[in-house]
């Protein structure tokens, strides 16, 4: 049996961290991964999937999910066995993170820290996963009663160049925050960039909390809090689904919980507010 598997493109780091474990899971299994990338565009995705389908692929696995993706639509009317990672449309087949816990998770750590003032670089909202995760960041906000403050949420993409963008906003702020939720470990990486360039310390004057756990974190000059995803457990329950369809009773939408990793870039609060830069 061969899989094909479409992802936005392998030069992410987490796109190509769950491709491999994907292969990895079809290997275990005497399986065949086949991968198709994309830029990000329906018509790319279209694209890949009639190139893999052509190849005789048995099904496919898709981590291109969107707000304005119609593909599900068209495979399911085709009789196509597919089936989402990473990202959901809410009613296909789905084997992704608990981002909403994981969201929650990252801003709690930061209150339990001592921070009230807790920025979020969002992500796009076109992706489930983004949505997830700020929508956790909601919910701890609302466990200490503070109201969300649209000064604090900056939408993003998933770049380190959009994370450096977002993190400036933040800080130029008249009340910056003192502690920010970046839902992706790119976009942290920008924010470091951005906040050493103010003249800022992470994490004596700003702490920092991303989202993936890719491997070059902890090779930082100051390691990366963040929230480490099981792309293994994410890649396995995709294939099971792929491979049993709805033939088994089953949650649709079937979800990984994210681990917490506390490194050096978070810390206590010192109470102080900044002045913005």
Known sequence: MTIGVIVPRLTDTVMAMLYEAIARACGRTGRIALVATTDEQVEGELRAAESLLQRGVDGLILA??????DLPDILAKRGVPFVLALRTDGKSLSSIGDDRLGGYLATRHLFDLGHRRIGIIAGPGYASSARGRQEGYLRALGEQGIGPDPDLIVDSTF??????????????LSSPPTAIFAVNDN?????????????????????????NDIPILGCLPTPLTTLRVSFDQIAMTALDLLISGRSRPCEPIQMAAPTLIPRRSTMANAGKERPAS
């Open 64 to 69: 291109t999910a969107r707000d304005d993706d």
């Open 159 to 172: 770049s380190i160049d959009a994370g450096t963008d977002a993190a400036l906003t933040l800080m130029r």
């Open 187 to 211: 976009t942290a990486m920008g924010a470091i960039s951005a906040l050493l360039n103010l003249g800022l310390r992470v994490p004596e004057d700003v702490s920092l909390v991303g989202y």
